[in-house]
């Protein structure tokens, strides 16, 4: 299970995120009116898929013994008619044959934040105050 909050004050548009003990600073670029204190909130989601991935194949290696000295992921979010659209480009080191690097693409397509991006999420929102 996973927590967060999220605090907006009067400052355009510097928002404060928890997360445990850590904190981030998610903003809009000064082109939108922010003040790019910190990555804006589809920055912050591409780096949750990114990280989740690099995570998840790593594990997967490290557990089958496979040879996997790095992975690099770049990552682009675009919208288009009303849907959004992420491209994800996986660069894989080390001594890895190619049916190691085939399972590991399938891998990539069933990591839990990629789960959860393909299938959507329920959100229930409540309003206080």
Not at 14 to 29: F, L, M, Q, Y
Not at 89 to 102: F, N, V, W
Not at 106 to 129: C, F, H, Q, S, Y
Request: a negative charge; glycine letters at 6%; aromatic letters at 4%.
């Amino acid at each position: 299970m996973a927590r967060a909050t999220a605090h907006i004050g009067t400052t355009n548009f510097a928002t404060t995120i928890k997360v445990g003990e850590r904190t981030i600073i998610s903003d809009e670029p000064t082109a939108l009116g922010g003040l790019d204190a910190g990555p804006a909130p589809y920055d912050l989601l591409l780096a949750a898929l990114g990280a989740c991935t690099a995570i998840t194949l790593r594990m997967y290696a490290q557990r089958k013994e496979w040879n996997l000295t790095a992975v690099d992921i770049e990552l682009h979010h675009a919208s288009q008619d009303k849907r959004s659209h992420i491209t994800r480009s996986i660069k894989l080191s080390g001594d890895l044959s190619e049916e190691q690097r085939a399972r590991i693409a399938e891998i990539a397509e069933r990591t839990p934040v990629t789960l959860t991006l393909k299938n959507g999420a329920d959100i229930a929102t409540t309003v206080e105050g």
